[in-house]
């Protein structure tokens, strides 16, 4: 088991990608944190690692306040005594212009964005250095490295946070700290394009609550079965692989990365390429 014996809190797992990482660390011999706003989902995603043998617990946890950050951080120590590895994964994304975009909206985004990744790392790196090491990993998105209209608070958001990757990186490398970024492209959840990561300005609502247009064609193929493996969205267990790679130790010598999880999209000039 490539996690055995170490201890993962895992943001934003009560769905999707956080889901699939926290069931995925679990299976691999992790003792798995779930933490989640929606203690529904938190709890669902327990019970299921649990049906497979593997350890976790539930954590209400609002990445937007302090006290809900330091009060996950107490309740993983009481439980398992260690933190060696973080993965900062909730999220929003709101959609606007920026003209479009509301100075509270902008505030959220970036608040649950990118601010929640420091109040998690301030409150768990001091716990990493006295273990002697711990790995982090922020799950960013494309939009972080390339533009796509009317998100203009979510793109800076990621942005900011492939910035504090780098910077967490260079600032604990003696301390044995490593910290990467995942981008996902497209992820689809349950045969319905997930909320989260480069889908989202298709399914957002505009600033006066009405849906956006229906899903492009592009969204269509991508979701045909039919289409090869590499034209199809991708799958929250491909971006829980990616983040099982940098967080074991077979990652030991990867730090201040970010990796590109899109079955090639961006590697293209053309979008429908």
């Known amino acids: 088991m490539r996690l055995r014996g170490k201890v993962a809190i895992i943001t934003g797992a009560g769905n999707g990608i956080g889901r699939a990482t926290a069931w995925l660390f679990a299976q691999e011999g992790a003792r798995v944190v779930v933490a989640d706003r929606d203690m529904d989902a938190a709890r669902d995603c327990v019970a299921a690692i649990q049906a497979a043998s593997g350890v976790a617990h539930a954590v209400e946890t609002d990445v937007s306040q302090d006290t809900s950050v330091a009060d996950l951080v107490e309740t993983t120590l009481d439980l398992y005594g260690a933190i060696d590895i973080l993965m900062n ?16 909206r902008w505030a959220r985004t970036l608040d649950v964005n990118l601010s929640s990744a420091y109040r998690t790392c301030r409150a768990v790196i001091p716990q990493m250095i006295q273990q002697g090491g711990g790995s982090i990993i922020n799950i960013v998105s ?35 700290i490593r910290c990467n970024a995942i981008s996902p492209g497209g992820v689809i959840v349950a045969n319905k394009p997930a909320r989260t990561q480069r889908l989202e300005p298709q399914f957002a609502h505009n600033p006066s609550g009405s849906p956006s247009p229906t899903p492009s064609a592009d969204t269509a193929r991508r979701t045909s079965p039919t289409a090869s493996r590499l034209r199809q969205f991708g799958r929250p267990e491909d971006i829980a692989y990616a983040a099982l790679f940098l967080a074991s ?18 590697a293209s000039v053309s979008e429908h390429a």
Do not use: C
């Not at 490295?145 to 490398?173: D, M």
């Not at 730090?255 to 090639?264: I, R, T």
């Open 89 to 104: 994964n909730a999220g929003v994304s709101i959609g606007g212009s920026v003209v479009a975009t509301e100075p509270e």
């Open 142 to 176: 494309l939009q972080g490295l390339y533009g796509y209209p009317h998100f203009a608070a979510y793109a800076a958001s990621k942005a900011g946070l492939i910035g504090l990757t780098r910077q967490i990186a260079v600032e604990y490398r003696d301390q044995n």
């Open 249 to 266: 130790d077979e990652a030991a010598h990867i730090s201040g990365h970010n990796l590109v999880v899109d079955g090639g999209e961006s």
